[in-house]
Nanobody
Framework: QVQLVESGGGLVQAGGSLRLSCAASGRTFSSSAMAWFRQAPGKEREFVAVISWMGGNTYYADYVKGRFTIARDNAKNTVYLQMSSLKPEDTAVYYC?????????????????WGQGTQVTVSS
């Protein structure tokens, strides 16, 4: 069982940066791949980035590659999403998710545990 709580969202101007955090509790955090997804109003939830349970492997959606960085600190039970060069189209609720599925899946169906989300708004 893993419980997830996101923080760090807010309002930022285009071109700015934000760092999201996801604090996890539960004995299985360090053995779980962790991912970030996002959902904009009227759109389906979409994959953003994933990191393996040891942090050695990462994978990004094309639309954030080179701008976003996912990282984790297993000693602090926390996963991060550093977002730079933000664009208005990055505006969404960002969700943290955990899975014990092998590998680094990028589909939401692979994730059993979800946080409540944090709002990111990028103004033009």
């Amino acid at each position: 069982q893993v419980q997830l709580v996101e923080s760090g969202g807010g309002l930022v101007q285009a071109g700015g940066s934000l760092r999201l955090s996801c604090a996890a509790s539960g004995r299985t955090f360090s053995s779980s791949a962790m991912a970030w997804f996002r959902q904009a109003p009227g759109k389906e939830r979409e994959f953003v980035a994933v990191i393996s349970w040891m942090g050695g492997n990462t994978y990004y959606a094309d639309y954030v590659k080179g701008r976003f960085t996912i990282a984790r600190d297993n000693a602090k039970n926390t996963v991060y999403l550093q977002m730079s060069s933000l664009k208005p189209e990055d505006t969404a609720v960002y969700y943290c998710a955990a899975t014990q599925t092998y590998g680094i899946p990028s589909t939401s169906q692979a994730y059993l545990y979800w946080g409540q989300g944090t709002q990111v708004t990028v103004s033009s």
